[in-house]
């Protein structure tokens, strides 16, 4: 039972342009969520988070969008640059649950193209 | 330098050999965590401890053991490692409640003949 999905195992996009990955959830509790990009031979490592008290959350040229009737969350990035090709992952939890489980989607590799 | 480390990077043993993983923060972090990567199934988490003594379940924990007797230190333990735990595995701490980012290790790939 996935209860986070990332569908879309990857994704190219031009230079320059926007790059839009996708997540969605199951657990209408999830109410945490990051987004997390990993480079080859490397640890993941943290790129951007949202609470479930807003829809969105900007740094830099990454922005989050979070849909909570839809239960799906969106990473933004504009402009896409080649040093964004990586794999995203994105992850939800439960503040309130005492457990501190994180689960994470299946990853979308990005290719951004020169 | 803030870090997570985790060793060995490479491992290669065969079935039945206990073998131990060892990971380490220098960040002071209560809440420390360990994941296995497999294709197709992205990150997904063996065990987890909240602080000294405290450690929890994740959603894969067969054949593995966690301890925390130091806040700095979670060791991963296999006890008798079997083909089907030939993955890439991550030990991640955070600063702990509420939920915050995790800092991951650079991981360690573990191939069991």
């Known amino acids: 039972d996935q209860q986070v999905k990332q569908n879309s195992p990857s994704l190219s996009v031009q230079e320059g342009r926007i790059s839009i990955l996708n997540c969605d959830y199951t657990?209408?509790?999830?109410?945490?969520f990051l987004w997390y990009k990993k480079y080859p031979a490397e640890g993941p490592t943290f790129l951007i988070s949202?609470?479930?008290?807003?829809d969105k959350n900007e740094d830099g040229r990454f922005t989050v969008f979070l849909n909570k009737s839809a239960k799906h969350l969106s990473l933004h990035i504009v402009p896409s640059q080649p040093g964004d090709s990586a794999v995203y992952f994105c992850?939800?939890?439960?503040?309130?649950?005492?457990?501190?489980?994180?689960?994470f989607g299946t990853g979308t590799r990005l290719k951004v193209l020169a | 330098e803030a870090q997570v480390t985790q060793n060995p990077r490479y491992l290669i043993t065969v079935t039945g050999k206990k073998l131990t993983v060892t990971c380490s923060q220098n960040m002071n972090h209560e809440y420390m965590s360990w994941y296995r990567q497999d294709p197709g199934l992205g990150l997904r988490q063996i065990y987890y401890s909240m602080n000294v003594e405290v450690t929890d379940k994740g959603d894969v924990p067969e054949g593995y053991k966690v301890s925390r007797k130091e806040k700095r230190n979670f060791p991963l333990i296999l006890e008798s490692p079997s083909p089907n735990q030939t993955s890439l595995y991550f030990c991640?701490?955070?600063?702990?409640?509420?939920?915050?980012?995790?800092?991951f290790g650079s991981g360690t790939q573990l191939s069991v003949l």
């Open positions: 992850a939800a939890s439960r503040s309130t649950s005492g457990t501190y489980k994180y689960i």
């Open positions: 991640a701490s955070s600063p702990g409640p509420p939920v915050g980012k995790l800092f």
């Open positions: 657990n209408s509790m999830f109410d945490y």
């Open positions: 949202i609470s479930s008290i807003k």
